[in-house]
Nanobody, 128 residues
């Protein structure tokens, strides 16, 4: 299984950015997918996640109204649209795959322990 993130760059406060994650080696439409981030000196935290068929999402309060997650099952991809970026959004962003959550087997979750596969991450820096 391979998850490859892209799109991380240096952006000014208030700017926008779109991250992508392409998956291979797994039955993509059977996995919930999530975006996580880790800032220097902090623990990895969940940002947003989406169920296997793209009908439900779940996210943390700090990104509500600014970040949006979506997926394209035909192309084994997920996206994170980020608007009104703030310096505190600076982090390495990871995508991850979770089997069984967001289905009849269990609710959507942002707990890293519930995710089975991880990408290598892409750096997002918000600074003037």
């Amino acid at each position: 299984v391979q998850l490859v993130e892209s799109g991380g760059v240096l952006v000014q406060p208030g700017g926008s950015l779109r991250l992508s994650c392409v998956a291979s080696g797994l039955t993509f439409h059977m996995y919930a997918m999530g975006w996580f981030r880790q800032a220097p000196g902090k623990e990895r935290e969940g940002v947003l996640c989406i169920d296997p068929i793209g009908h439900k999402t779940y996210g943390q309060d700090s990104v509500e109204g600014r970040f949006t997650i979506s997926r394209d099952n035909a192309n084994n991809a997920i996206y994170l649209e980020m608007n009104n970026l703030k310096p505190e959004d600076t982090a390495v962003y990871y995508c991850a795959a979770s089997w069984g959550t967001g289905t009849i087997h269990g609710p959507l979750t942002l707990r890293p322990v519930d995710y089975d596969y991880w990408g290598q991450g892409t750096q997002v820096t918000v600074s003037s």
